[in-house]
């Protein structure tokens, strides 16, 4: 369940340790300039505003977070932490102090975050947005450093500064936390919290804010470092001003329903020459499909259950500069549900007694490796670890087949001997030689390769390799 653990009497030694803290500062700064929390005026007129969030939704609960009190565990840096569970997101909002007219400088989103152990590369989403608390519009999207255990946990400084250039985009911001981890594994947010920097217009009106007054508030007490924090991690940004043009591939591109695609968005400036660290959002047409995960200029994209054209139906985006790609979706192939999976207990040299097990023990392979593979049985498979795009090469195959990838999407094998996967592409195997290219893998993620024989089953061994295609 998402949440923290009971507050019990820790809240009592949580509040003196805050109210100690606050008096501790004050003591330290008397006799110097104070600045207050929210503001400060700088000599050069430059401003700033600490946004501390206000509220939260959690969709696993269904609720917000300040309908259980817990809107606390984001506030301050300490041992309380909103934890968000797998296949769920949580989205907070802020304060929002800003007057309207002011001009934008910057605006960066602290957060302080660790994951569970085993939590996967890939799997947790950051969303800057607006809009309804309970589904914001996202402007602005990044998978971030998995910083696994508590050990870890560490201040991220994500600058979205090109996406927030108003002060009423500001005053409506939205941070959302997305965990797709196939694993069942929590995200925990520790401290959130946004810093923007702003100058205003002079008008005949304006104050001096005071800059000699302590005031201690809790929310000042929450900003005071009790415990060293680990250096920040800057996000990536793109340089939207130099960028002219966003280009996709694969476009156009042939998928069935249902399998998955990885997207690649490459900007180039005026000249032509390609933008360094593309930082890019991403969305699809609707009916196509969903994006199940997403880098600074990558996206895998699921395809939906209607077989169609979809023309400019994946888009990248840098604001107002967007690229798209065209996809067909054509007819779901015949779905291969790995309730028996075989595999070779020995690769890398002819054999002719090759063992066959179920789907757990997938026999491990390496990227390149050739196998010699008895065909007198109907299914063989191998698993790997995506490191890049593969070519696959098939000799001696004495029969009809099909042969088909699946990216591993929940291994239960330890626990509940079962394992369970998405079909990323699948072709058909009809004539002696066959070769075919991997494409839309991601690296890092666990396949499984199968050759499915639905021909004459034949004493004939046939060899399979699986090479890295050349840069």
């Known amino acids: 369940m998402s949440g923290t653990r009971p507050r019990g009497t820790r809240q009592v030694i949580r509040a003196l340790t805050l109210v100690a803290a606050a008096l501790i500062c004050i003591a330290l700064t008397i006799g110097q300039p104070l600045q207050p929390l929210v503001r400060v005026q700088a000599q050069s007129g430059v401003q700033t505003a600490t946004l501390s969030v206000t509220d939260g939704y959690d969709t696993k609960l269904g609720k917000r977070l300040s309908q259980d009190g817990k809107v606390y565990t984001v506030q301050s840096s300490d041992d309380e932490r909103w934890e968000t569970d797998a296949e769920h997101f949580t989205a907070f909002q802020f304060t929002s102090p800003l007057p309207a007219g002011v001009v934008i400088q910057s605006v960066r989103v602290m957060i302080e975050h660790h994951e569970e152990n085993d939590f996967g590369n890939g799997a947790l989403r950051w969303e800057v947005g607006i809009g309804d608390l309970r589904n914001p519009i996202a402007l602005i999207g990044q ?3 998995i910083l696994r255990g508590k050990g870890a946990e560490a201040r991220v400084e994500w600058n979205v500064t090109p996406f927030l250039s108003t002060a009423a985009l500001v ?3 939205k941070f959302v936390a997305r965990n797709n981890d196939p694993r069942g594994k929590k995200t925990k947010t520790d401290h959130l919290f946004v810093v923007v920097t702003y100058t205003s217009v002079p008008t005949p009106t304006a104050t001096t804010t005071p800059t000699n007054t302590p005031t201690v508030t809790p929310t000042a007490t929450a900003t005071v470092s009790l415990t060293s924090t680990p250096e920040s991690t800057p996000m990536p940004t793109s340089t939207p001003a130099a960028l002219s043009s966003i280009s996709l591939a694969p476009s156009p591109h042939t998928m069935a329903v249902g399998a998955t695609q990885l997207f690649t968005a490459t900007g180039k400036d005026a000249a032509g020459n390609t933008i360094q660290d593309l930082f890019v959002s991403w969305s699809v047409s609707p009916g196509l ?6 880098g600074p200029f990558t996206a895998l994209v699921r395809a939906g259950d209607a077989p169609g054209v979809y023309p400019g139906a994946v888009v990248a985006a840098v604001g107002s500069i967007a690229g798209a790609a065209d996809v067909e979706l054509g ?3 015949t779905q291969f549900t790995p309730s028996k999976l075989y595999a070779p207990v020995i690769a890398n040299e002819a054999t002719p007694d090759l063992d066959n097990h179920t789907a757990c023990t997938a026999y491990p392979i390496t990227p390149p490796v050739s196998v010699t593979q008895a065909a007198d049985d109907p299914f063989n498979i ?3 670890a995506a490191a890049s795009q593969y070519q696959v090469t098939i000799t001696g195959y ?14 239960r094998c330890a626990t509940a001997g079962t394992i369970s996967v998405n079909l ?4 058909t195997i009809t004539s002696p030689t066959f070769q075919t290219t991997l494409d839309g893998m991601v690296p890092g993620e666990s396949y499984l390769l199968v050759v499915n024989m639905t021909g004459a089953l034949t004493s004939q061994a046939y060899i399979i390799a ?3 295609l050349s840069p």
């Open 331 to 333: 007819p779901r192939p």
């Open 171 to 173: 005053n409506d911001l």
């Open 289 to 294: 499909g969903g994006i199940e995960s997403t």
């Open 424 to 427: 990323v592409q699948e072709s």
């Open 398 to 411: 004495a029969s009809t087949g099909k042969l088909a990838l699946y990216r591993i999407v929940d291994d």
């Open 382 to 384: 191998y698993r790997f």
């Open 466 to 468: 699986v090479a890295p």
């Open 143 to 145: 998978s971030p450093p």
